[in-house]
């Protein structure tokens, strides 16, 4: 049964070893550090859009309580979508925490292809399995691999240790490998409830603000005033008598909310799109290594800065 | 098809959702607004379950199940552009939440 329920996965572990026996001579060492180095930038990129992405989850609640307050036949929310949302923030922490580790694993993995210490990578490596577990489990999925398997990588992380540098490095990189094809199916899996939540937490942000508004709770200065300040010009300081004043331009602030909206949301789907390819292509780099064929580390350098790049557009669009 | 049955459930929250205030107006009873009010909690908490449960797509009644619930979305589009009966706009509110929460307790299981 245990077999039965791993068999899709043996395979990748069982060819995994057979490449482990026979490690090409040809991997450019320093090629594996830069890999390292690219891939840790970017998995500490993906952490961080994670566990931000987690804390956002307690606002849909917010929200619901305040519309249901503001929205007549809006009910508060019910135990059940209160413990749904916290069982997916648990799942997002584990993602968060994947990607941490991956992180971590890839500090360890730079280390080792630099410097004669090794000792680093056997524990990064172990705690990147448990991570791909617990998160298998979050997400109600079985583990990807079992125990003996685990027991397996481990004992073979572990020999690493009194290995010459290059052929250390060779090894080390298809142990990340294996570990990165393993994960990348569960992601997958996963991708679309994350899509779909971001989705849904971005228009309940946009129904909240729209509620608001209709209760005149809140003036429309700040989202005016970005148009003014594009031109030069300053808000006058009575402004919410004018647009309470002008039906047309009440009436318009709700277009206005949601467009912007539409904005920030367009800057995170951009950002998100650029994250979820970021495993596959990691995948990539370190098939090209196995294989001994060049390696363009160029492009996930050129990745990390994109990256960046997006993250800065959407704090931009953010920026009240 | 995880995603497919994900994306079906989710169109029904949004419909009912996005356009509250207009189905809220529409309804002229305390009875109407109670179904209303019942119907919108469902198809919400139908989507965060859906959101926090891994969907699979074991067999062919969750495929049936995801159909029917797309014929129900694209019946309940056209009856809240047109919004010409409260009767009719209820009857397919309630059809889609329930082919909704069918196919998160079907696709997990």
Not at chain 1, 55 to 64: D, F, M, R
Request: with cysteine; proline share 3%.
């Amino acid at each position: 049964m245990l077999l039965l329920k791993h068999r899709t996965i043996a395979p990748a572990v069982a060819g995994f070893i057979l490449l482990l026996l026979s490690a090409c001579s040809t991997t450019q060492l320093g090629e594996v550090g830069k890999l390292a180095k690219a891939g840790q930038a970017n998995s500490a990129t993906l952490a961080t859009y994670y566990s931000t992405s987690a804390t956002k989850l307690p606002a849909v609640l917010e929200i619901e309580v305040l519309r249901s307050t503001l929205q007549p036949g809006i009910n508060r929310p019910s135990p059940e979508m209160i413990e749904a949302i916290e069982k997916f923030q648990v799942s997002l922490r584990h993602r968060a925490q994947l990607s941490s580790d991956l992180a971590t694993l890839y500090d360890a993995l730079f280390e080792l292809s630099t410097t004669d210490y090794a000792g680093g990578f056997q524990a990064a490596s172990k705690d990147f399995y448990g991570s791909i577990g617990s998160f298998a489990e979050a997400i109600g999925q079985s583990s990807p691999i079992t125990a003996a398997q685990t027991q397996l990588l481990d004992s073979l992380a572990g020999k690493l240790i009194t290995e010459a540098q290059k052929r250390r490095a060779e090894k080390a990189n298809r142990i990340v490998l294996t570990q990165l094809e393993l994960l990348q199916p569960l992601l997958a899996r996963d991708r679309a409830a994350v899509t779909a939540f971001r989705r849904q937490a971005a228009r309940l942000v946009e129904e909240g603000g729209i509620a608001l508004w209709s209760a005149g709770l809140v003036s429309a200065k700040p989202l005016l005033s970005r148009y003014g300040g594009v031109t030069g010009l300053e808000m006058v300081s009575n402004e919410a008598s004018f647009t309470s004043a002008n039906p047309k331009l009440t009436a318009t602030v709700p277009a206005l909310i949601s467009f912007r909206m539409g904005q920030i949301q367009h800057a995170e789907d951009r950002q998100y799109a650029a994250l979820e390819g970021l495993v596959d292509d990691l995948i990539r780099r370190h098939r090209e290594i196995a294989e001994g064929a060049p390696v363009d580390i160029a492009a996930l350098l050129e990745k990390a800065a994109e990256l960046r790049a997006l993250r800065a557009e959407f704090e931009a669009a953010v920026k009240p | 098809m995880t995603e497919q049955n994900l994306a079906q459930i989710e169109k029904t929250y949004e419909l009912i959702d996005t356009n509250w205030s207009q189905l809220w107006d529409s309804a002229a009873t305390d009875e109407e607004k109670r179904q209303l009010q019942s119907a919108r909690d469902g198809a919400r908490d139908t989507f965060w379950r859906a959101i926090a449960t891994s969907l699979k797509d074991n067999h062919s009644l969750v495929g049936d199940t995801r159909a029917a619930l797309a014929d129900a979305n694209e019946e309940l589009t056209g009856l809240i552009e047109e919004m010409e009966s409260f009767a009719k706009t209820i009857k397919t509110i309630t059809k889609a939440v329930t082919l909704a929460a069918a196919l998160v307790t079907l696709g997990g299981i």
